[in-house]
């Protein structure tokens, strides 16, 4: 009965090491700063993988805004007008192209604002999210409202 209990726990930590060399090989290529490989490995389009580093990166600013330091801007958004979107369809409509050209200028317009009009600048750059997704993708439209600083006051279209 013994020599049975430890070839059990034997066993059991045999898989147990070999689930954790698979867990460390997923996390070593997920951890890819990539978002094409990133988008390949979650099978998630390039243009969501995108989108959802710019909600994080939305959320950090929004701090650094609120504390009226300016944002640092360091990642290259450009990849927004390539970037392979989940419905096909979606770049064969020159309005996306606007819209994703809107929110780059947004970005340049947030990292050279002075520190007095950070807010009115970040929240400029969440309406823009916010115009985009009425038009493409509703889905996430409450979510990105709660990124604005003053979401009641947020002027989206401007």
Same mark, same amino acid.
């Given at each position: 009965?013994?020599?049975? !209990? +430890?070839?059990?726990?034997?066993?059991?930590?045999?898989?147990?090491? *070999? @689930?954790?060399?698979?867990? =460390?090989?997923? %996390? /070593?290529?997920?951890?890819?700063?990539?978002?094409?490989?990133?988008?390949?490995?979650?099978?998630?389009?390039?243009?969501?993988?995108?989108?959802?580093?710019?909600?994080?990166?939305?959320?950090?600013?929004?701090?650094?805004?609120?504390?009226?330091?300016?944002?640092?801007?360091? !990642? +290259?958004?450009?990849?927004?007008?390539?970037?392979?979107?989940?419905? *096909? @369809?979606?770049?064969?409509? =020159?309005?996306? %192209? /606007?819209?994703?050209?809107?929110?780059?200028?947004?970005?340049?317009?947030?990292?050279?604002?002075?520190?007095?009009?950070?807010?009115?600048?970040?929240?400029?750059?969440?309406?823009?999210?916010?115009?985009?997704?009425?038009?493409?993708?509703?889905?996430?439209?409450?979510?990105?409202?709660?990124?604005?600083?003053?979401?009641?006051?947020?002027?989206?279209?401007?």
């Amino acid at each position: 009965m013994r020599n049975v !209990l +430890i070839a059990i726990l034997a066993i059991g930590l045999l898989a147990c090491s *070999a @689930n954790k060399k698979e867990t =460390e090989n997923t %996390a /070593a290529t997920c951890a890819v700063d990539s978002t094409a490989k990133e988008a390949d490995v979650n099978k998630k389009s390039e243009l969501a993988v995108l989108m959802r580093k710019m909600d994080a990166d939305l959320r950090e600013w929004k701090m650094e805004a609120k504390a009226g330091k300016r944002p640092d801007i360091s !990642l +290259i958004y450009e990849a927004i007008l390539t970037a392979t979107p989940t419905k *096909a @369809n979606l770049r064969d409509d =020159e309005d996306f %192209a /606007a819209y994703a050209n809107s929110y780059l200028m947004g970005i340049d317009r947030l990292k050279n604002s002075s520190n007095d009009s950070l807010a009115v600048c970040y929240n400029a750059l969440v309406a823009k999210c916010i115009d985009c997704h009425n038009s493409f993708c509703t889905g996430p439209v409450s979510r990105i409202k709660k990124l604005a600083i003053n979401p009641q006051k947020v002027a989206v279209g401007n």
